[in-house]
């Protein structure tokens, strides 16, 4: 039963991950983000490669794991929702090692130029 939950859990969480990887249209009239899209940009592939990984059952996450990535898309004091592209990137790398594990880390595309 808790073995349910936690695929559950996991699941929801890397679709709420594919949709923070798409760039978002604004909310208002004029240039309004929730999310910036130069961040989400930076952060797409990390948040990729995190809902892929999460989707494997045999892949071993611990609580605290899955309530920081849950944090860092959903809080809205976390990098992911500031203006720096870099420090959001280096928190979604930083997640992504804790998920995927350093050595196997690797984007999966090539680097992209971000135009502010």
Not at 81 to 110: K, N, P, S, W, Y
Request: proline share 6%; glycine share 4%.
């Amino acid at each position: 039963m808790k073995r349910d939950r936690n695929i559950k859990k996991r699941r929801r969480l890397a679709r709420a991950l594919e949709r923070a990887a798409v760039p978002e249209r604004p909310f208002m009239r004029g240039p309004r983000y929730l999310v910036q899209p130069s961040v989400t940009l930076a952060c797409a592939p990390s948040l990729q490669a995190i809902a892929t990984a999460l989707r494997e059952d045999a892949l071993v996450v611990d609580e605290d794991g899955l309530r920081a990535i849950w944090t860092f898309i959903c809080d809205g004091a976390s990098p992911f929702f500031g203006r720096d592209a870099t420090e959001a990137l280096r928190e979604a790398v930083r997640l992504q090692h804790i998920v995927i594990g350093a050595e196997t880390a690797a984007h999966d595309q090539e680097p992209m130029t971000i135009a502010v």
